[in-house]
């Protein structure tokens, strides 16, 4: 081997394809490929990423908030079923945004702090809606005299 030439490597598909339809011993050996060192692999994951938006500290809290309003019984999705109510997964996912609004204070921007600090609030006040018990008849309300 020279020293300009860098040696490649082999990647086989050894998967059966017997299960996708259309598929042939042709397909396998298609999928035999020389890998040059510095060469991207094309894949569907690949493909995807590409086209996924860009992961930000906002998309994560909104992420996890989302998470959090599933597990209160919001449906997001009409076509998804729904997600049974699972509070205590609910306030796991609050305090990690706690925990987060702590160890990020000062190392956040304007619009990443407005993010976190509204979505927690949002998230507060469901799970305390959802955990208290509610005013039935038999239950007294606290009213304000004059």
Excluded: C, H, W
């Excluded at 699972?86 to 619009?111: C, F, H, P, V, Y």
Aim: aromatic residues 4%; negative net charge; charged residues 25%.
């Amino acid at each position: 081997m020279s020293g300009t030439e860098e040696k490649g490597f082999v990647i086989r598909d050894r998967r059966s394809r017997t299960d996708e339809p259309g598929s042939s011993t042709e397909d396998s050996a298609s999928a035999t490929r020389t890998q040059q060192p510095g060469d991207a692999v094309s894949s569907n994951a690949d493909r995807s990423q590409s086209e996924e938006i860009p992961l930000t500290f906002s998309s994560f809290v909104f992420s996890l908030g989302t998470s959090a309003l599933m597990f209160m019984g919001e449906q997001l999705d009409p076509k998804q079923p729904k997600v049974p109510v699972n509070l205590s997964q609910a306030k796991e996912i609050i305090n990690i945004l706690s925990m987060l609004d702590e160890k990020t204070r000062g190392n956040l921007t304007s619009e990443e702090k407005s993010v976190l600090s509204d979505m927690l609030y949002a998230l507060r006040m469901k799970y305390v809606d959802l955990a208290s018990p509610p005013a039935g008849p038999g239950t007294r309300q606290a009213t304000k005299s004059p």
